[in-house]
Every structure is written in structure tokens, then in C-alpha cells.
């Protein structure tokens, strides 16, 4: 398969064509993985101790309303299930368990691309408005900053993983390639792998032909039998 197919080709790495792409995907996804699960711990952990009241009114956990905490759990549970997913489709070649991810991940671009479109509009009514505090504008640019990097690291992110989408599919075909071109060789000639061998001229003909005696009747072998 490598003599069709090179998979440690410059195209199919990352990080200035350092790691490969099935390696950055598998660290992106243990890196998801991490921060989604330590973030359903913390963040339900405090939403919990919030709703048995075990925590002040001024607490920050009780400035988000119920409906919007666990639309976010529900969320991260979802993207910690399809990480998993696409990890365990890296690891076993298997890329069709890629596709969920991808498509998550895009539709979370998109809404980060609608956010940003809105810390946009906000910054411009902030900066026209003269009631606006001095507070609300720096909140407001440091949001669009963190939206803005967030969002650039999932795009990053995604066409990693798109690209080890494609290298999976690529090595699948060449692997089916070279299984059909194994199985339908019915010859081998080892001199012809490097470069074109002339076949050897067939024997000649009379080599090829067994000779017989030849046998001349003459006239006395026609002679009629004698009678008595």
C-alpha cells in the first residue's frame, strides 16, 4: 500500500507539518474531553448547591436562569458523548463516527459567528450611546474577545478533524486498491518491478517438433503376391 499511497504525506499534518492529523484529532478530542467533563462537574456541582440553597442570592451561579443552565449542561453533555465518539472512530478507522462531531462542530461555529455578529452590534451601541458605563464597554470588548478566540479554535479544530475525515477515506481505498491488486496478480516477475524487462523469444520451431523416420516404398514392395 505504500507504493501507492504515502500516509505520513506533508498534507495530512498539522502545526507547520509537524504532528499528524489522526494524532492532533485524537489530542483535540482528549483535550474536549477534559474540559467538557470538568466543566460538567463544576458548573452542575454549583447549580445543585444553588437550587437546595445552599448558597447566597448574590452568588454568581444565581445570575443565569434554570432554563439557560441546563440548556448549557444538556449541551456539553452532548458535545463530551460526540468526542468520545469521534475518538473511538480516529482509533478504530472508522470515520463515519467522525460525522457527528463535524456537523456539531459546524453548527457551533455557526452560532459563534451569529454571536459575534451581535458583541458587534453592541459595541457600536455602546460607543454611540453617552449613558453607557465605562463597566459596560470594556465587558462588552472583552466578550467579543473571548468570543472571537473561541471561535477561531473551534473552526481550527473542525478542519483538523476534517481533514483526518479525509485521510481515513483515503487509506481506505488504497488499502481495498492494493487488497484487489494482491488478489488479481497471477503472475510476479521480480526483475519487472523497476523498470521494464523485454520477455524471453520462444524456442524455434523445429526444437519444439519430434522428428519421425521417413520411409520411401519403391517399386519391389508393390510386387502382387505369388499363387500357387
Same mark, same amino acid.
Given at each position: ?8 504525506? @506533508? =498534507? +495530512? ?9 489522526? =494524532?492532533?484529532? #485524537?489530542?483535540? $478530542?482528549? %483535550? ?14 454549583? /447549580?445543585?448547591?444553588?437550587?437546595? $440553597? ?6 454568581? %451561579?444565581?445570575? /443565569? ?6 440548556? #448549557? ?7 463530551? *458523548? ?41 459595541? @457600536?451601541?455602546?460607543?454611540?450611546? /453617552?449613558?453607557?458605563?465605562?463597566? @459596560? =464597554?470594556? /465587558? &462588552? &470588548? ?6 472571537? *478566540?473561541?471561535?477561531? %479554535? ?34 510476479? +516477475? ?16 523445429? @526444437? ?13 514392395? =508393390? ?6
Amino acid at each position: 500500500m505504500d507504493s501507492l499511497w504515502d500516509p505520513e504525506s @506533508d =498534507k +495530512y499534518k498539522v502545526l507547520c507539518r509537524m504532528v499528524h492529523v489522526t =494524532k492532533a484529532s #485524537l489530542h483535540i $478530542g482528549y %483535550i474536549q474531553m477534559m474540559i467538557s467533563f470538568v466543566f460538567s462537574i463544576f458548573f452542575g456541582y454549583h /447549580y445543585f448547591m444553588a437550587i437546595s $440553597g445552599h448558597l447566597s442570592l448574590d452568588h454568581w %451561579i444565581n445570575h /443565569y436562569t434554570a432554563k439557560y443552565i441546563s440548556q #448549557l449542561l444538556i449541551a456539553v453533555a452532548i458535545q463530551l *458523548i460526540l468526542v468520545v465518539l469521534m475518538i473511538h472512530g480516529v482509533r478504530s478507522e472508522r470515520r463515519a463516527l467522525l460525522l457527528p462531531y463535524i456537523v456539531y462542530a459546524t453548527i457551533a461555529i455557526l452560532a459563534g459567528c451569529a454571536q459575534l455578529g451581535t458583541d458587534l452590534l453592541n459595541l @457600536d451601541r455602546n460607543s454611540f450611546s /453617552y449613558g453607557s458605563s465605562e463597566f @459596560d =464597554k470594556v /465587558y &462588552n &470588548n472583552s466578550q467579543f474577545v473571548s468570543h472571537f *478566540i473561541g471561535t477561531m %479554535i473551534h473552526a481550527w479544530c473542525l478542519s483538523v478533524v476534517w481533514r483526518c475525515y479525509g485521510f481515513l477515506g483515503e487509506k481506505k481505498v488504497a488499502r481495498q486498491i492494493s487488497e484487489q491488486l494482491q488478489v488479481t496478480a497471477a503472475f510476479h +516477475y521480480p526483475e519487472q518491478l523497476f523498470g521494464w524487462t523485454p520477455m524471453p523469444n520462444p524456442p524455434p520451431y523445429a @526444437d519444439t517438433v519430434v522428428s519421425r523416420p521417413i520411409i520411401v516404398h519403391t517399386e519391389e514392395d =508393390k510386387q502382387p503376391l505369388a499363387t500357387s
